[in-house]
């Protein structure tokens, strides 16, 4: 079946340090989602990405979708302490159920 | 405002019990899914449901069932709740095709202990 990884599983910053997580596919995906769940809370859809090379931005958060509709990336520019969460990918292929990766948890030192 | 609303935050269940999760969206979603959440495991699917009446088993199925009686509500159910059943369980909704029309809904959890 349909996986996706998610990398890394941790990462640490310094406060205003960028960040970067990665999501790859085994398959070809129609669409893929990105959620944030903050400690102690649940994950809240943040976008959706469905076309072949789109990058959508929020702020100093930019997404991007590969060209092949197998991978893709979120990054933070600058990173402040209200980022601290874990990142969620969720790539959808052919059924209508996406599937999840495992999260990467961000960690912001002030 | 939107929602996805868990009937608990917090559950400890002996065990052994029947133990029944409740869920309730607003949002006129079509959709509905239970997944849990483990440390390093991310977010399993458990079961979900397209309308009403209707389930699929998700990846994790086994000492679990489901009810869809009505569009806005979907219930899990442990038969018989065992200690490996501890965790955080999420219910989620959306529409039926999530292109251009948002992702998925989380409620807040419910974090069941089971003793």
């Known amino acids: 079946g349909q996986q996706v990884m998610q990398i890394p599983q941790y990462q640490h910053v310094q406060e205003g340090e960028d960040f970067t997580t990665y999501c790859n596919s085994s398959?070809?995906?129609?669409?893929i989602q990105w959620y944030k769940q903050r400690p102690g809370g649940h994950p809240v859809f943040l976008i959706q990405l469905v076309k072949s090379g789109e990058v959508k931005k929020q702020k100093r958060l930019t997404f991007q979708f590969g060209e092949a509709k197998k991978n893709s990336s979120l990054h933070i520019t600058a990173t402040q302490t209200t980022d601290v969460g874990t990142y969620f990918c969720?790539?959808?292929?052919?059924?209508?159920?996406?599937?999840f990766g495992r999260g990467t948890s961000l960690i912001v030192h002030p | 405002d939107v929602k996805v609303t868990q009937s608990s935050r917090y559950l400890v269940k002996r065990t052994g019990e029947k133990v029944f999760l409740e869920c309730v969206q607003d949002?006129?979603?079509?959709?509905m899914f239970w997944y849990r959440q483990d440390p390093g495991l991310g977010l399993r699917l458990i079961y979900f449901s397209y309308d009403v009446k209707m389930k699929e088993k998700g990846d994790i199925p086994e000492g679990y069932s489901v009810s869809r009686e009505k569009k806005e509500r979907f219930s899990l159910i442990l038969e018989s709740a065992s200690t490996n059943q501890t965790s955080m369980y999420l219910c989620?909704?959306?529409?039926?095709?999530?292109?251009?029309?948002?992702?998925?809904?989380f409620g807040s959890g419910t974090r069941l202990t089971v003793v």
């Open positions: 398959t070809t995906l129609s669409n």
């Open positions: 949002m006129d979603h079509e959709n």
């Open positions: 969720a790539g959808q292929g052919g059924s209508y159920i996406p599937t």
């Open positions: 989620a909704s959306s529409f039926r095709t999530t292109s251009s029309r948002g992702g998925y809904t």
